[in-house]
């Protein structure tokens, strides 16, 4: 077993996170954790950028619309555009989000038409494909998952080091305002990240002295590294997956709500997807559901799920999808 494939949670000093100690501690910690004996429902909301985030939303709001609450769950673990998600369902009803992402797509300017235009949105969208494209030549190049995270951080830290510095600051005044509260709600919330000067899996809760704004901006930070304190971070989807369902381990029932489908960008042997992840759930008594992206709402979400364009259409076909999916929940959940 490697470090990917369990998760313990041990205290560190300044800022206080949870972080992987070493791998007997680890084996040791797993092998005496009884089953469900931290809570009984789980909720997992995984990354997948701005369309990501609105699917999210329009899912939950949609099984919320046909009678399933499940943000009463005893546990939400949030990555990424999926750490957005869980603070704002902590602080606002599915039902308002879900009509603010309508709202907010009825007040931006529609996309620029003709030959300018397509030349303006293709600018706009170079900077994602350059992201993806030198972060998967790091995976490809890196020997595990270890080295994985450590080659991403110090890609990012050299990214950092060639620009201006405000990042972390222009980071946090765009992500502050999208949260409803700037409180950690009182159930308990974890929301992952990866600490890019060592290469650590972080997480954080309301125990970890790290204020929510800056645990989202660090799980969402996928290009250069946010800094809390003497720290920087990147983001959460390279602590293991975009969803990290494995922090639901010792929970009865498992929803994992998956935009990128459970899809992984490292090499499948190394056990980072979310079918792995829940195999491991399954075996260690754990029941688990999934919702996934039909076809309607991979369309929505087009060549670029960060393109804000793409919310209203995800939300919508993420609501569409939680109405139809409360039928199938209702006794798992329930």
């Known amino acids: ?111 620029p038409a003709g030959a300018a235009g397509a030349r303006v949105w293709a600018a706009r969208e170079t900077p994602v494909v350059d992201h993806l494209r030198r972060t998967g030549e790091i995976i490809a190049a890196a020997a595990d998952p270890t080295d994985m995270r450590r080659k991403l951080g110090a890609s990012a830290i050299e990214l950092a080091a060639a620009s201006d510095g405000s990042w972390p600051t222009r980071w946090r005044s765009t992500v502050a305002p999208r949260l409803p509260s700037q409180d950690w709600p009182q159930r308990p919330v974890l929301i992952t990240a990866v600490d890019a000067d060592t290469g650590e899996p972080v997480v954080f809760d309301r125990h970890s002295g790290v204020d929510l704004v800056d645990a989202v901006a660090a799980s969402t930070s996928s290009g250069l590294p946010y800094g809390i304190g003497d720290s920087r971070f990147i983001d959460g989807g390279y602590r293991r997956s975009s969803e990290n369902a494995d922090l639901a381990a010792g929970y009865g029932r498992v929803l994992v709500l998956s935009p990128l489908g459970g899809r992984t960008r490292a090499p499948l042997e190394w056990g980072m997807d979310l079918a792995t992840q829940a195999e491991e759930l399954r075996t260690g008594g754990s029941r688990v559901e999934t919702i996934l992206p039909d076809s309607n709402s991979h369309h929505a979400f087009g060549s670029n799920m960060m393109d804000l364009s793409t919310r209203a259409p995800a939300a919508r076909t993420g609501y569409d999808q939680g109405k139809a999916s409360a039928g199938r929940l209702a006794e798992f959940w329930r």
Request: hydrophobic residues 40%.
């Open 1 to 111: 077993m490697n470090e990917e494939q369990f998760s313990t949670r041990h205290f560190t000093s300044s800022p206080s996170l949870y972080r992987p100690s070493t791998d007997q501690d680890q084996l040791q910690a797993e092998a005496t954790r009884p089953v469900h004996a931290t809570g009984e429902r789980a909720l997992v909301l995984g990354g997948g950028g701005s369309a990501g985030n609105a699917w999210l939303i329009g899912v939950i709001a949609g099984l919320f619309e046909a009678g399933l609450d499940v943000t009463d769950a005893d546990l939400i673990i949030g990555t990424s555009a999926g750490s957005t998600a869980a603070a704002q369902i902590t602080g606002a009803s599915p039902t308002q989000l879900f009509a603010d992402i309508l709202h907010a797509a009825t007040q931006r300017r529609p996309r």
